[in-house]
């Protein structure tokens, strides 16, 4: 086949799949043209979430689930289709650990104090409707996972989700509707307007029926958010360095941090964007990337070019964003087999390709001479954002002081970066991470309120 007959294929293939996602998105609960109408609709179903028992709510969430899991790879493919970014497959199994891992109404758990004087109960009630910003890069698996965290802790919600991910959120938000309706539940547990704007944003900032806002997203949202006068759950941007020292198992290590770096393309903000490696291994370990783990090692000139596309003009260039390697090297007009799935290469700890938050399958790697160093050059390269890091090593004092150097929400040692999502790790599932306001992996508990009833001189029945 000539170029050119490939290139007419490709655009009829695009203008197919385009016209799929439109017909896709036919349903249109819990969509409004004016924010304002959403945060009443959103308001109005509360008020019946708020009556409902602990198993009605769970029994809708259920149905998410299912829903949720039955709609993976059509979700997968919006999102891929209409950002440009990451990786059907990859969004495919996020889809399903939000289905599986995102905890509901178990999460919301008592505390009890009994005694002579009585019973004293911490009680963790609903903010109600819960104003939700949503990046383009998990643009589905955020509204998802959100709302389920919401409504099982009694709350609805009201989304403006990223406008160049819009058609993917409105499927997500139609989806969690129909299965609230479908399980006895009310409409407009998620709510949406149909073009997200600053303006929108703002409208839903300022608005009394909105008591908490959680945002998702880079530095700009999190301040916006933050300085709104309203409590704000701020789940910002990262740049997670994985550190290797001799102790580990270079080749695992190797094969754990490709792996964790090009999920959906590196899109995941918790996903390693650079190595600090110590001296000793750092040749050892850029041996298993380059020959066992499809990573292409680029010279100095593939460098250069590749800083002038991803950071033209030093600002990041959306058009690299969630691309795969293969993409990215043929924009500097370098061509590579299918297995390359990863750009590596040497360099110091400032080089803009290492010290940028990319989201791109680019991992360069810091040498350290020694784990202090390593140590020193990786907290410089999180930039106080104390989102994640990552560690192999088999040195538990060294581990623990990487941790408490670093500090930050998430740290995951000796597996890939996925992990600490629940996939291949222990714990639940979440896509809002509360670096900056410090909620930490947030879940259904953090999207509640604490409230103490006092029964006083009876109810101890000690
Ligand atoms: P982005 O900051 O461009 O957009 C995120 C959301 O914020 C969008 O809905 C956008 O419309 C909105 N927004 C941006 N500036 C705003 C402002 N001033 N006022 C109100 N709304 C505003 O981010 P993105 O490209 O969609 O996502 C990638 C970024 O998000 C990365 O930095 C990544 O690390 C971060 N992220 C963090 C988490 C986390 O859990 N901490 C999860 C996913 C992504």
């Not at 799929?20 to 998105?25: E, F, G, P, R, T």
């Not at 008591?211 to 709104?228: D, E, F, M, N, Y």
């Not at 795969?324 to 803009?352: Q, Y």
Request: hydrophobic share 40%.
């Amino acid at each position: 086949m000539s170029i050119n007959e490939q290139m007419v294929q490709d655009i009829v293939q695009d203008v197919l799949a385009k016209m799929q996602i439109a017909s896709d998105v036919q349903g249109d609960r819990g969509v409004f043209k004016d924010m304002n109408e959403a945060i009443e609709a959103a308001k109005a179903s509360q008020k019946i979430v708020a009556k409902m028992s602990l198993d009605h709510r769970e029994k809708v969430i259920s149905n998410i689930r299912k829903k949720i899991m039955e709609n993976a790879e059509i979700l997968a493919r919006m999102g891929v289709q209409e950002t440009g970014m990451g990786n059907v497959g990859h969004k495919i199994l996020k889809h399903q650990l939000v289905a599986e891992k995102t905890p509901g109404t178990e999460d919301i758990t008592t505390q009890a104090w009994s005694g002579d004087r009585g019973l004293t109960l911490i009680e963790m009630g609903p903010f109600g409707v819960i104003g939700a910003i949503t990046p383009c890069t998990n643009p589905s698996e955020t509204v998802l996972c959100n709302t389920i965290g919401m409504f099982a802790g009694g709350n609805t919600v009201v989304f403006n989700p990223h406008p160049a991910a819009i058609k993917t959120s409105i499927y997500a938000v139609n989806l969690l509707n129909e299965a609230s309706v479908e399980a006895g539940g009310p409409d407009n547990i998620a709510c949406t307007v149909e073009h997200p704007t600053l303006e929108t944003s703002n409208i839903m900032m300022k608005h009394p029926a909105i008591q908490l806002i959680a945002a998702t997203g880079g530095p700009g949202v999190v301040t916006a958010v933050l300085s709104s006068g309203r409590r704000g759950i701020g789940a910002g941007a990262g740049n997670p360095p994985a550190l290797v020292d001799e102790t580990a198992d270079i080749r695992k290590a190797a094969e754990d941090i490709v792996n964790g770096c090009t999920f959906d393309n590196n899109l995941p903000c918790i996903a390693e964007k650079e190595i600090v490696a110590v001296d000793s291994i750092a040749d050892e370990l850029m041996h298993y990337m380059v020959n066992e783990q499809g990573c292409y090692l680029a010279s100095k000139e593939e460098q250069d070019a590749l800083t002038n596309v991803v950071l033209a003009g030093g600002k990041l260039n959306r058009k690299c964003v969630g691309r795969d390697a293969k993409t990215l090297l043929g924009m500097i007009g370098v061509t590579v087999p299918d297995n390359i799935r990863c750009i590596t290469f040497e360099g110091p700890k400032e080089h803009p390709l290492i010290a940028t938050e990319l989201m791109m399958p680019i991992l360069g790697v810091v040498r350290a001479k020694d784990f202090d160093d390593a140590v020193e050059q990786a907290v410089w390269l999180e930039h106080g954002n104390r989102h994640s890091a990552h560690i192999h090593s088999k040195n538990v004092d060294r581990i623990t002081k990487y941790a408490k150097a670093i500090d930050t929400a998430i740290l995951v040692k000796n597996g890939p970066s996925y992990a600490a999502l629940g996939f291949g790790g222990e714990g639940f599932c979440t896509f809002t991470i509360a670096s900056r306001t410090g909620e930490g992996l947030t879940s259904a508990s953090s999207f509640t309120k604490r409230r103490r009833c006092v029964m006083t001189d009876s109810l101890c029945i000690r």
